[in-house]
Nanobody
Framework: QVQLVESGGGLVEAGGSLRLSCAAS????????FGWFRQAPGNGDRVVLC????????VYADSVKGRFTISRDNAKNTVYLQMNSLKPDDTAVYYC????????????????WGQGTQVTISS
């Protein structure tokens, strides 16, 4: 299975920007769809933020639409999350995983959780 390592988190003031990276190793990187998830403080759920499909299409949650952009560089085996106009509510641990689309058109995690990268937004 593809293995992923997240990086790029840090402390940023509200209104700032940050770019996260998800470096992959393994076979057939270009054939996978990837999703960015986050787990907010005090919340056990890791909610999906956005999806990048192998065909280049993208899907965004309403909470980040217009502010976050997912992209991928298949030659570098890396997925990115560009985060702009950051808000305190964006504070969370961010994760990148492979995902699959089910017959119900929903997206489901297919890979292992990594360590994630901490993003903290100050007021």
């Amino acid at each position: 299975q593809v293995q992923l390592v997240e990086s790029g988190g840090g402390l940023v003031e509200a209104g700032g920007s940050l770019r996260l990276s998800c470096a992959a190793s393994g076979s057939t990187f270009g054939s996978y769809a990837f999703g960015w998830f986050r787990q907010a403080p005090g919340n056990g759920d890791r909610v999906v933020l956005c999806i990048s499909s192998s065909d280049g299409s993208t899907v965004y949650a309403d909470s980040v639409k217009g502010r976050f952009t997912i992209s991928r560089d298949n030659a570098k085996n890396t997925v990115y999350l560009q985060m702009n106009s950051l808000k305190p509510d964006d504070t969370a641990v961010y994760y990148c995983t492979t995902v699959n689309q089910g017959s119900d058109s929903g997206w489901y995690r297919s890979g292992r959780w990594g360590q994630g990268t901490q993003v903290t937004i100050s007021s």
